[in-house]
Every structure is written in C-alpha cells, then in structure tokens.
C-alpha cells in the first residue's frame, strides 16, 4: 500500500525547521524530516516523524523519498546562516544554500512536486534605502549569505515559469523566541543571535555581552531590527501553502511584524523579564550590520492570510527565557 501525500522539511532538526514540523502535526498534515544534523538536533524531530539523514542536494535520497511518500510540497530549511561566516568561506555557502537547492529544486521538477515554500532572507535586501521594507524594493545582497539565497530565489522564479510548479520565497527578518509550549527552541552550539546571546548572558551561561556599535544613525545609536516569533513564522508557512494549495502565483513575501527595536531596547527588555542586570560592553559596530531593518508585512497579511498571534516583544524575549533554562548545558 502506498503512503498518504506528505510535506518533506528539510532541516526539519534545526531551529525554525522543528518548530514547522510541529505546526504541520497540528495542522494535520504529515511531515517528513531530511537532515545532515550539521547544526540540527535528531532530538529535535518529534517521535513518529520519519528523519532521513542526508543532504537536500542528494538527488537519489529525495528523489527516493519524493516517490515513497507522495511528497506534495516540500518546505526547504536547510541552509548555512551565519552572515560572517559566509564572508570567509563564500564557496561553501554558495555550495549549501544555492548548489543543493538547485538540486533539490530539479528533483522536485523531475518528480512532479506541485509546490515549494523556500526559506528566503531579509539579507536579499542589503542596505535598504528606506523602511520598513516593501517586497518591491531593490533586492541588493551585500554579503555572500543573501546572495546564496537571492540566488535562490531567483532559480525558483525560472523554474515556475518553465514548469508546473509553484513557490513562496518567505523573506524572513530576525527569528527569535522558542515554542510558547516549550517542546521547541534555538540550540545553536555558537550562538550568534542577539535574543540568544541575551538571555544567555541573564542566566549567567555567559559572562555579560557586547553591543556592537553605538553610532548608527538611530535614535539611541544601536542597530534596529525587527523581531519575529518563530512560532509566527513557522504559522506563515502553514499560510503560504494553503496559498499555494489554491492555486495562487508564485510569490516573495517579507515576514516580520513591522516594528523595530534597537539592540538597546532588547537588552533591556532581557533585563526586565528576567529580572537579571547583567554586564553589557559597549563596543565598536560589527562588519556588515545594516543600521535597520524593519519588514512592511502588508503583503504577508493581505495575500498569504498571515495572522501574528505573538507580536510582542516581552513574549519573544520570555519564551526564550524558558527555553533556555531548560536546555541542558551540553548544548548551548
Ligand atoms: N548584536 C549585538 N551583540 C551580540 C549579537 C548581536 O550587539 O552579541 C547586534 C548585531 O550587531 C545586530 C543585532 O544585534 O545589530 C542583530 O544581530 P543578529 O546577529 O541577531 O541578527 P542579524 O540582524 O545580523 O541577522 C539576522 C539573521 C540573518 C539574516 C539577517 C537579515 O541572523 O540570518 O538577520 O538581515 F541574514
């Protein structure tokens, strides 16, 4: 007997990726999980959830698994994030996020996947000239991060003209926070996130932190970003598949709630939460840091039905908190 249609998640192990496997089972849907577990946790796939080791750009691996399970959309996570790093080992950035996609892009064309939701980056933006940013704005990478993703997204928009598929580029901001039932959160190694470093630092796994740069032309000098729950982001794709489901075009769609907070203002919303003061170093700007950047989320609510149910900065900040108590101390 063959199997019901499933979802295939890659980088279904990792922070965003675990926290959409678990959205999917509520939804109803059957996901399927393949993972290199590069930086991803197998404890992070619910039990039940088939995992398949592997890398998305294994032609033979997902073309296997595309026919075993009927997979019907395929939500591609699995990719290189560090902004820096992508700086000093460019090949390997473009080798993970745009070579394997084209792989995985090119099995899902053979194979008769009907649908694609791809993890897409506010860094396809670069420096913005205004914000908050419209999906009509230049995309203008300035790091070899977004362009290994514009890229990307650019294969997707050739490919759906050529053939019968369709997509949802979903340009996320800054992902923070950790699932409000707390069967999810971030568990980088080395952490780099500004939440993450924080509310290390209010639990005393770190020793104070660092701001970097005091000097940016914003009200209190730190760099304004906007923060997103990833529970919302991970309900945005449950969104941009009922889209596509429906038949929609293709699609780029910022995904942010359009409302910035500086460096500043998050530290202090750290402190306030956990009631911790902690030391925080004022230092010089970090390469590459755009001084702001904040999402127009109109298309996201008006074309993909995206509703935030955690839009709020205390929120993000103390399910993060909650997370990170209970992560054992072997993986930060
Ligand atoms: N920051 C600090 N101290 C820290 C860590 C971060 O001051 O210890 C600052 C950064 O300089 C930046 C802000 O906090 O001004 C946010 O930094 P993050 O590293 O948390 O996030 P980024 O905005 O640099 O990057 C995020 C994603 C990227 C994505 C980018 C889009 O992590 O994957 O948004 O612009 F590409």
């Known amino acids: 007997m063959s199997e019901p249609r499933h979802i295939l998640v890659s980088g279904g192990a990792g922070y965003i990726g675990s926290h959409m496997v678990l959205a999917l089972l509520e939804a109803g849907e059957r996901p399927i999980v393949v993972d290199d577990l ?154 780099t996130h500004l939440i993450k470093i924080a509310v290390q630092a209010a639990l005393g796994k770190r020793a104070g932190m660092d701001v970097f740069g005091t000097d940016y032309p914003t009200p209190d000098g730190s760099c304004i970003r906007d923060y997103v729950h990833v529970a919302d982001l991970a309900q945005a794709h449950l969104d941009a598949l009922r889209y596509l489901r429906g038949g929609k075009p293709s699609l780029a769609c910022n995904i942010g709630y359009q409302q910035g907070f500086s460096v500043l203002e998050v530290i202090d919303t750290v402190k306030r939460v956990s009631g911790v003061d902690f030391e925080v170093r004022l230092r010089e700007r970090r390469a590459g840091d755009p001084a702001s950047l904040v999402a127009s989320n109109q298309r996201a609510i008006s074309r993909l039905g995206w509703t935030p149910r955690y839009n709020d900065l205390e929120t993000i900040v103390r399910h993060a908190l909650d997370w990170e108590r209970r992560l054992p101390s072997a993986i930060d």
């Open 38 to 191: 590069s930086t991803g946790f197998r404890s992070a796939v619910p039990a039940g959830v088939p995992l398949f080791e592997g890398s998305s750009g294994d032609a033979a691996l997902i073309g296997g698994l595309i026919a075993r399970y009927q997979i019907e959309a395929i939500i591609h996570f699995a990719a290189s994030i560090v902004v820096p790093d992508s700086v000093l080992h460019p090949l390997a950035y473009y080798a993970n996020n745009t070579v394997n996609a084209r792989a995985l892009i090119a099995c899902a064309v053979e194979h008769g996947v009907p649908h694609i939701v791809f993890s897409s980056t506010a860094a396809v933006y670069g420096e913005p000239d205004r914000v908050p940013i419209d999906e009509q704005q230049p995309t203008a990478p300035i790091n070899p991060y977004g362009r290994s993703k514009l890229m990307v997204e650019w294969i997707l928009e050739d490919t759906a003209k050529a053939h019968p598929i369709s997509y949802a580029a979903l340009r996320y901001f800054n992902v923070a926070g950790a699932d409000p039932q707390g069967r999810a959160g971030q568990s980088a190694r080395n952490a």
